[in-house]
Structure formats: C-alpha cells, structure tokens
C-alpha cells in the first residue's frame, strides 16, 4: 500500500508570493491533516479536512487555507508568504477525523523556503 | 503551561541500554497518545498508540500510560545506535493532536 505522498518536496519562494502545496493520502484514508514544523515551535496543527469540508483549523492567520478534493486529495495554500514561513509542512492521513483513536501517517513533507 | 511537555535532551544511552523517554500533558479529558519517532531530515514515523493505562508492548518498544497522573512514557530496550533520533509525544482529545516538543536520543556504540 502506497504511503502519503506530497509535492512538491522542495519550495524556494520570495516574501510576497504565494504557494500551493499538495496531499495525496494513503488509499482509503479520507481525512487529511496539515501541519507547520519549525525547529522554535515543534509540530503545530495547520487545519484538517474530512469529506472535502474543514473541520478544525489552528492558530495561523488566514493566509493559509487549504482545501479538498473528491477523491481525498488536499491542498493548501499560503498567500503572501513571510520570511517566518519558512518551515517543513507536513500531511498527514488518516481513516478517520478528529484526534481520538485515530492513527494519523505522516508523509514525506514540503520543505518551503522563503527568501 | 505546555500541552504536552517532554525534555528536550539529549538522552544519551549507552548500545544495549533501556532508553526511557516521558511525556506529561495537561487535558484530562486527553484519550490517545501516540509515539512518533523522527529522523533528522525526514518525516514522523509512528511506532507506539496506547489508549488504555498501562503498558503496551511492540518488539523493543514498550508504552506506558497512566492517565491519573497524565503521563505517557516510551521505552525502548536494547537501544541500537539506530534507534537515535528525536522521539515526539502526541496527545489528543476528540479534536485533534496536540504534539510535543521531543525529545532527542543518542544511542552510543
């Protein structure tokens, strides 16, 4: 069974742009997490999506935004991006939403550098 | 006060060793923990869920939960060198995860 798999895996922008991430979830998952890695504030929890609604969103500003598609794919997006954006985004996938019970897989990681 | 606290180390441990990683977290109300295990450079990898107080045992990996005093712990025996690497904690409630800070292990040969 194939694993998370997101692209792309390496992102050089400048301050101002704007990015498109992209998650595809393990075969049968349908719900998809994004978080923000940073070696000054660890793993924290970007949004997750769940039947192509959001269900839970973090404490990021509206810049970042996410989506969903019909076959459980998920992308997000950070608008106007900062230097602070900098950071490792990771997805991941699981059968189900929410936190209880409920193994989420990571994948690979976009690693977005913001110049 | 962290959600989910665990000490940064380093954890140095001799090769053979038992190395015991803990976690405390602040939501009584918390029902699973999991243990991810993070390679410098790559992506969390679970190895150990535990839902119910007491151990839960996996091949050289064994977790321990006691939700009275809202700690979670990992051990791991017969430490391999490569088995160095930072260990995260993850706490949830209905809602989602909330993840440590981790904890790095060296196991040295």
């Known amino acids: 069974k194939a694993g998370v798999t997101q692209t792309p895996r390496y992102l050089i922008k400048t301050r101002g742009q704007q990015v498109t991430l992209s998650c595809s979830p393990i075969?049968?998952?349908?719900?998809v997490s994004w978080y923000q890695q940073t070696p000054g504030q660890g793993l924290q929890f970007l949004f997750e999506?769940?039947?192509?609604?959001?269900?839970n969103k973090g404490n990021f500003p509206g810049r970042f935004s996410g989506r969903q598609f019909s076959n459980s794919r998920s992308e997000m997006n950070v608008s106007t991006l900062e230097l602070g954006d900098s950071a490792l985004y990771l997805c991941?996938?699981?059968?189900?939403?929410?936190?209880?019970?409920?193994?989420?897989?990571f994948g690979p990681g976009t690693r977005l550098t913001v110049l | 006060q962290k959600e989910v606290e665990q000490n940064s180390g380093p954890l140095s441990v001799p090769e053979g060793a038992i190395a015991s990683l803990n976690c405390t977290y602040s939501?009584?109300?918390?029902?699973?923990f999991f243990w991810y295990r993070q390679y410098s450079g790559k992506s969390p990898e679970l190895i150990m869920s535990?839902?119910?107080?007491g151990d839960k045992e996996d091949g050289r990996f064994t977790a321990q939960l006691n939700k009275a005093s809202q700690y979670v712990s990992l051990l791991i025996r017969d430490s391999q060198p490569s088995d160095s690497a930072t260990y995260l904690c993850?706490?949830?409630?209905?809602?989602?995860?909330?993840f440590g800070t981790g904890t790095r292990l060296q196991v040295f040969p």
């Open positions: 993850a706490v949830s409630n209905t809602d989602k995860l909330i």
């Open positions: 939501d009584r109300g918390s029902q699973s």
């Open positions: 991941a996938s699981s059968l189900y939403p929410g936190g209880s019970y409920n193994e989420q897989f």
């Open positions: 999506y769940f039947s192509e609604t959001q269900r």
């Open positions: 075969s049968g998952h349908r719900s």
């Open positions: 535990i839902y119910s107080n």
